[in-house]
Each structure stands twice: as C-alpha cells, then as structure tokens.
C-alpha cells in the first residue's frame, strides 16, 4: 500500500504561483510513476501532468504546458507540482497518484491506470 497526502493549496490570484506537495508513505516510493490530476466543480477529474520515477521524463496536459512543472526527490518520497502564471481555470481539487512500473522512464495518463490516490487539496485563483 501506498499513502498519498497532497498539500500546499490555497487561495492565489491571477498570475500568481504555488507549489503542490505528495508525500507518500509505505512502499518504496522511488518505482511509483506519478502523476498530477484535477476536477473542478461539475467536471470530470482530468489529466494535469506526470513523472517517471526515475524523474528523467514528464509529459503535460497541453492547458499547463510551460506554466506548470512536475518533479520529485525519491529520498523524501515527495512529488512536487509548481504552478506558475495561474489562471481563473486552474481553479479545482488537485490530486496526486501512482502506480509501480517496471521502467524508469514510464509515464502514465490515464486515470484508470494509478492505483493509489490522494485526497485532493484545493486550488483557487481568483480574478
């Protein structure tokens, strides 16, 4: 089992910046692929961006692309998503997941392909 707890969101106006946390606990961590979700109200969960666990290749959602950017450091578990130049859109429930590979270099975007999941933090960005 492996235990995903995301925080670091908050209220930020428009253009602003934050930083999300996934700390996870229980299994080894370092060969878990993870990935980066949201849902805003009313809307399907969709995909945000995700890391290999070797942390050598990411891949994002074209909405994100070049605002946002995924990395890890295995030795603490934690999985990080800084969100730069925010916008009204970006407002929703942010989730962390993983799921073990066997490659380094696999990213997953699929919902239904991570096992383990958060329990969200929100983000807010207000106009």
């Known amino acids: 089992q492996v235990r995903l707890v995301e925080s670091g969101g908050g209220l930020v106006q428009v253009g602003g910046s934050l930083r999300l946390s996934c700390a996870a606990s229980g299994r080894t961590f370092r060969t878990y692929a993870t990935g980066w979700f949201r849902q805003a109200p009313g809307k399907e969960r969709e995909f945000v961006g995700a890391i290999s666990w070797s942390g050598g290749r990411t891949y994002y959602a074209d909405s994100v692309k070049a605002r946002f950017t995924i990395s890890r450091d295995n030795a603490k578990n934690t999985v990080y998503l800084q969100m730069n130049s925010l916008k009204p859109e970006d407002t929703a429930v942010y989730y962390c997941?993983?799921?073990?590979?066997?490659?380094?270099?696999?990213?997953?975007?699929?919902?239904?392909?991570?096992?383990?999941w958060g329990q969200g933090t929100q983000v807010t960005v207000s106009s």
């Open positions: 997941a993983a799921a073990y590979v066997l490659k380094p270099d696999t990213v997953l975007t699929g919902t239904r392909v991570y096992d383990y």
